[in-house]
């Protein structure tokens, strides 16, 4: 059971690249979600998703984009990516809405704007 | 919005040692969690609390949903190397809130 997967494990962009953040899960998890880890910052949510065809904002959306076109996959964009972007990026998975807090997270995607 | 306070940023202690960590906020929340994250990992889901006073073991972990529902407590027992790891609190204010992560608390555990 693979549970989630996130893909590239690494990536470096330059500035005003546009790219793509692949997350898919295999338990049949309605809740998916897309943090951010900083250095002292903790994890901070940037979008989510409780069901295919439905995403809403976090609390850092601004310049990142995502859709949910299946249960499985929810991919995050970055369309013109900035320095400020720079950071780990984690998928997350859960049962029922999310909330309940028992997320399974992914290893992580280390992202690196020049 | 809500946010969780976790102090100090790190903590350094002796291999077979008790660690204790708390989570406070000016908020009420529903659910209290506690993940630990290992070096180049995600992080993953240690314990969950869902009722206040609640007290929940894992091991040698232990939990507390804090009476005022404002914070929560997370103790290790008889510390080893391999906790090592930033420890993250979380919270929830209710089935349609967001969840709410603390900023960590990375440990160092010396032989």
């Known amino acids: 059971n693979a549970g989630v997967t996130q893909t590239p494990k690494f990536q470096v962009l330059k500035t005003g690249q546009s790219m793509t953040l692949q997350c898919a899960q295999d338990?049949?998890?309605?809740?998916m979600s897309w943090y951010r880890q900083d250095p002292g910052m903790g994890l901070r949510l940037i979008h989510y998703s409780v069901g295919a065809g439905i995403t809403d904002q976090g609390e850092v959306p601004n310049g990142y984009n995502v859709s949910r076109s299946t249960t499985e996959d929810f991919p995050l964009r970055l369309l013109s990516a900035a320095p400020s972007q720079t950071s780990v990026y984690f998928c997350?998975?859960?049962?029922?809405?999310?909330?309940?807090?028992?997320?399974?997270f992914g290893e992580g995607s280390r992202l690196t704007v020049l | 919005g809500q946010q969780l306070n976790q102090s100090p940023q790190s903590m350094f202690i002796q291999e077979g040692e008790d660690v204790s960590m708390n989570c406070t906020s000016s908020s009420i929340f529903n659910t209290w969690l506690w993940y630990k994250q290992d070096p180049g990992e995600g992080p993953v889901l240690l314990i969950a609390l869902y009722k206040a006073g609640e007290l929940t073991s894992n091991g040698r972990l232990t939990a507390q949903f804090g009476i005022t529902r404002k914070d929560s407590f997370l103790n290790i027992s008889a510390s080893i190397p391999s906790d090592v790891g930033i420890y993250f609190c979380a919270g929830s204010t209710g089935a349609n809130s967001k969840l709410t992560f603390g900023k960590g608390i990375t440990l160092s555990v010396r032989p």
């Open positions: 338990m049949n998890h309605e809740y």
């Open positions: 997350a998975s859960s049962y029922g809405t999310g909330f309940t807090g028992e997320l399974f």
